[in-house]
């Protein structure tokens, strides 16, 4: 897992404390977390995408430590097994490798599949969706807000433009689209990745999930408890 050293440093485990990895992904922390608890520990594990928490089921549902909960982290407070109070929390925001290896989840511009990009599949507007009804200007703000995509307004009226005539269903449309806009130049960063990255935090709430997730784990920490989180985007 990422940072793994730094992570467990600082969240400084104690055998006999309450845990929660807010993103279990694939269960890298959590293993770690886990392997430092005593019989007294816990460990209380979420996440919104259902593939994550089936590893988390096959995993660690025999160990009686490990408590496991389908959701967002922004909901940790409404969960039962933090009202006792948590020594720690950990989030690892953004998307996952697994996530980004399965053509069929849409999140990748590098593989084609359909385009839907929901961390959950049974919640919300899948990207296709949502890019069939919103207006230019909606299109604009999110891909200039979460993507800091200078030609967001550009991308935004081609993506208008075109689709009556050719509706939007898969990624490699949509990167290719995005690529007759901005040009592909010298640089190898592929054109659709900030836009792309953009859509995908809009569609899964991720920055308004992540300001009530820090509010609800603040909520739940108890004295001298700690929030440790890895960030890899500027705007988180």
């Known amino acids: 897992p990422v940072l793994r050293d730094e992570t467990l440093a600082a ?3 104690r055998p006999d404390g309450v845990y929660l990895d807010g993103t279990f992904g694939r269960g890298g922390h959590a293993g770690e977390m886990l392997a430092r608890l005593g019989p007294g520990g816990r460990l209380l594990v979420m996440d919104k995408d259902p593939e994550a928490i089936a590893t988390a089921n ?4 025999a160990d009686p430590r490990v408590a496991i909960y389908r959701g967002s982290f922004a909901d940790l407070a409404h969960w039962d097994e933090t009202a006792p109070g948590l020594d720690g929390v950990f989030f690892d ?3 996952s490798s697994p996530q980004l290896d399965v053509a069929e989840r849409g999140f990748s511009f590098g593989k084609d599949g359909p385009l839907d990009m929901r961390m959950d599949p049974d919640s919300g507007e899948s990207a296709a969706n ?15 807000m979460y993507g800091e995509e200078k030609l967001s307004r550009k991308i935004a009226r081609t993506i208008v433009a075109r689709r009556d005539d050719t509706p ?3 990624t490699a449309q949509l990167a290719d689209l995005i690529a007759s806009v901005v040009g592909r130049g010298d640089s190898k960063i592929h054109p659709a990745t900030r836009s792309f990255q953009a859509i995908r935090i809009f569609i899964n709430r991720e ?5 009530q997730g820090l509010d609800a784990a603040f909520a739940r920490l108890k004295p001298g408890g700690r929030l440790v ?8």
């Not at 096959?58 to 549902?61: D, E, V, W």
């Not at 949502?130 to 200039?144: F, K, M, P, Q």
Request: proline share 0%; net charge negative.
């Open 229 to 236: 989180v890895i960030s890899f985007h500027s705007l988180e």
């Open 93 to 95: 925001l953004g998307v």
């Open 207 to 211: 920055l308004v999930d992540l300001e």
């Open 11 to 13: 969240l400084a485990i």
């Open 58 to 61: 096959a995993l660690f549902s």
């Open 130 to 144: 949502w890019l069939a009804r919103a207006t230019d200007a909606e299109i604009a703000d999110v891909l200039w």
């Open 168 to 170: 939007l269903l898969r």
